[in-house]
């Protein structure tokens, strides 16, 4: 059973690089099936779609985030990671991982996801 | 950006009646070459990631009771619980994946 999670620091200073990885088990993450993605959900709202990789290394992100966004592939550990640097209060949220199936990006397998507060 | 809008923002129904929520976007997410709706559903509980219940509109994951259905074309589409039971409570959200950015409706918060 394919199974997803997160992991990183839970408190980010303002300004700082916000750095999470999602282990990957039950799966390759090198499988050309599918993609992996990262979705976060600010406290009390909704779903915000950050972006995906596909085991390529190929990536694609939301153009509200990417300029501050990186996501990377580590196939050795089976992980993939995302960086989003110059935080504010804003980006406070629970990140979660996820895979999406190759071309059709709806996210079938998600990980318990992780909370990140961005504070001083 | 495809704007997904889900109404009502939250709904009270009674257990065993019929729950229905509405999501429509702001363009059409039907791909003509191969007539589907790049449309899924996905339930939310509380403290838990969402879980996907429908994929192309109204393709059903297994182990989602058939109590729950999809449906809708184009720009419009519907969630609907025959009969709500208890488990069901939860916030639902609709999600594109017809265009990047991949935009998810606001949410609909069920509660009996």
């Known amino acids: 059973q394919l199974q997803l999670q997160e992991s990183g620091p839970g408190l980010v200073k303002p300004s700082e690089t916000l750095s999470l990885t999602c282990t990957v088990s039950?799966?390759?993450?090198?499988?050309?099936?599918?993609?992996w993605g990262w979705i976060r959900q600010p406290p009390g709202k909704g779903l915000e779609w950050i972006g995906s990789l596909y085991y390529s290394g190929s990536t694609y992100y939301n153009p509200s985030l990417k300029s501050r966004v990186t996501i990377s592939l580590d196939t050795s550990k089976n992980q993939f990671s995302l960086k989003v640097s110059s935080v504010t209060a804003a980006d406070t949220a629970v990140y979660y991982c996820?895979?999406?199936?190759?071309?059709?990006?709806?996210?079938?397998?998600w990980g318990q996801g992780t909370r990140v507060t961005v504070s001083s | 950006d495809i704007l997904m809008i889900q109404s009502p923002d939250s709904l009270a129904v009674s257990l065993g009646e019929r729950a229905t929520i509405n999501c429509k976007s702001s363009q059409s997410v039907l791909y003509s070459s191969n007539n589907k709706n790049y449309l899924a559903w996905y339930q939310q509980k509380p403290g838990q990631p969402p879980k996907l219940l429908f994929s192309?509109?109204?393709t059903r994951e297994s182990g989602v009771p058939d109590r729950f259905s999809g449906s809708g074309s184009g720009t419009d589409f519907t969630l609907t619980i025959s009969s709500l039971q208890a488990e069901d409570v939860a916030v639902y959200y609709c999600?594109?994946?017809?265009?990047?950015?991949?935009?998810f409706g606001q949410g609909t918060k069920l509660e009996i």
């Open positions: 192309w509109a109204f």
């Open positions: 999600q594109q994946y017809y265009s990047s950015p991949y935009t």
């Open positions: 039950g799966g390759s993450i090198s499988s050309s099936r599918y993609y």
């Open positions: 996820a895979r999406s199936q190759s071309d059709y990006d709806y996210f079938s397998y």
